[in-house]
């Protein structure tokens, strides 16, 4: 009995410890997003704002309208630019 509870608490462990990022289950464009912005992300801003969008609706409602210009956005930021609201 007491091996049984302890391999389902090490199972539990591992199933939560086992997100990589990825979203399978959202829209293809929130994950485009999700990639572009991830690095990048400096917790405010547009580019925070299009990160926290695709990982919180995770729907092409929501990230079909703004993925490029959250694509843009975060790939400035990623070749050393800023986004339209750095500073802010």
């Known amino acids: 009995m007491k091996a049984r509870f302890s391999w389902l608490a090490v199972l539990s462990l591992l199933a939560l410890g086992c997100d990589d990022g990825s979203h399978h289950d959202g829209a293809e464009s929130c994950q485009r997003i ?3 912005c991830h690095d990048v992300d400096p917790g405010t801003g547009e580019a925070h ?3 926290q ?3 919180d609706e995770g729907t092409a409602e ?3 309208p703004i993925e490029a210009m ?3 956005v975060c790939q400035a930021l990623a070749d050393g630019g800023v986004g339209h ?3 802010h």
């Open 34 to 36: 999700i990639d572009a």
């Open 85 to 87: 609201d750095a500073g």
């Open 70 to 72: 959250c694509i843009a």
């Open 62 to 64: 929501a990230c079909d």
């Open 53 to 55: 969008t695709a990982h």
């Open 49 to 51: 704002e299009c990160h």
